[in-house]
């Protein structure tokens, strides 16, 4: 498929960039139920306020390095949909985008996210039965 002028997106692509940020955030506040996993696999600081989560799970360690994981591929996902979404929005007036190629990278990256997001729940869902 040839690439299309911005000027001829499909009706849906004016949605990417909200809907992007959107997910960014609920991804943001899905991580923050895990207080004591740092985003990027270290452990945070031990909080001077209470734990804004009374119910969080306290995770043992063979799950901890997992549930690092799935944060980094939540967070990583996320922050790379927002990359990609931006993308509808072209440089300059008239350039070319190749909606094909982009909606099947949010596509992947939407997939990531329901993947990492899955992970954590399994996980915890785990914890709370042992």
Sequence with gaps: MPLRPASLSPPFARSFVPCSE?????VTEMASL??????????RQAP???NP???????QKP?????RSSLRLLNASA????????KTVPPEPGAA????????????????????AKQLVTITTREKKQ
């Excluded at 959107?22 to 609920?26: D, Q, R, T, V």
């Excluded at 895990?34 to 452990?43: A, E, H, M, N, S």
């Excluded at 922050?79 to 931006?86: D, P, T, V």
């Design 97 to 116: 985008v190749d909606y094909q190629l982009l909606t099947q990278q949010v596509i992947q990256c939407a997939y990531d996210i329901a993947k990492a």
């Design 63 to 67: 799950a901890l390095e997992t549930v």
């Design 53 to 59: 989560h009374p119910n969080a799970v306290p995770l």
């Design 22 to 26: 959107k997910i960014h955030s609920a």
């Design 48 to 50: 001077v306020a209470p």
């Design 79 to 86: 922050y790379r949909l927002q990359s990609e979404c931006r």
């Design 34 to 43: 895990f207080p004591k996993v740092g985003v990027w696999g270290r452990p």
